[in-house]
């Protein structure tokens, strides 16, 4: 973790700097609150999607690390239950061939506001994804991150596939041109 960086968890005490953020994104994330992977999708409101977010939060069904460099939230992951994370990227290649071992959660976005790019916000965020899940059971981990020469950095959103095999992921098979599905174990807390 960077000096002055800390990993918090997404509740109703760090909503307001997660709120902050997606709302002074320029661009994407703006509007989309991290809701696209939840079971409802997004809508084209951005106040409805926060909203919905908003709900999630205060009902604890939506988890994420958030990453704060000081009081500044710069980036998280999100995580959950297949249940909780239910939409993700080449759906319909994954589907082709279930993991031999079904996920007990699942990384959904991996976003960092930008300025703070390519500095190690996602690897912290992911880290922190990673030590909240033990702390809730541990458990089998499925991500979906794609090599970071092959997307930009502002079109990483499920992570960069270097920063999962740091944290000793291991690739599974590529469910899309460049986005691999990535397994871990992670044990209890």
């Known amino acids: 973790m960077q000096d002055g960086r800390t990993v918090r968890a997404l509740d109703p005490s760090t909503w307001e700097a997660f709120d902050e953020l997606c709302a002074s994104s320029n661009g994407y994330p703006s509007g989309c609150y991290c809701l696209g992977m939840h079971a409802e999708g997004l809508t084209r409101s951005a106040q409805a999607n926060r909203e919905r977010k908003h709900e999630r939060v205060l009902d604890g069904s939506t988890h994420a690390a958030l990453v704060f460099d000081g009081e500044l939230c710069v980036g998280w992951c999100q995580f ?3 249940a909780e994370i239910v939409r993700i990227k080449n ?6 061939q279930q993991p031999a ?6 990384i959904g976005c991996n976003y960092v506001r930008a300025g703070h790019r390519r500095q190690g916000v996602a690897t912290d965020a992911l880290a922190g994804a990673l030590q909240l899940i033990a702390a809730m059971g541990g458990g089998r981990v499925e991500g979906y991150p794609e090599p970071a020469d092959a997307v930009p950095a502002g079109f990483l959103f499920h992570g960069a596939l270097s920063t999962f095999e740091r944290h000793g992921f291991t690739r599974d098979r590529l469910i899309g041109k ?3 599905l990535v397994t871990r ?3 209890p807390g």
């Not at 759906?91 to 082709?96: L, N």
């Open 91 to 96: 759906r319909r290649e994954y589907d082709k």
């Open 101 to 106: 071992v079904a996920p007990d959660w699942r």
């Open 80 to 82: 959950g239950s297949p």
């Open 185 to 187: 174990d992670v044990d």
């Open 178 to 180: 460049h986005r691999w």
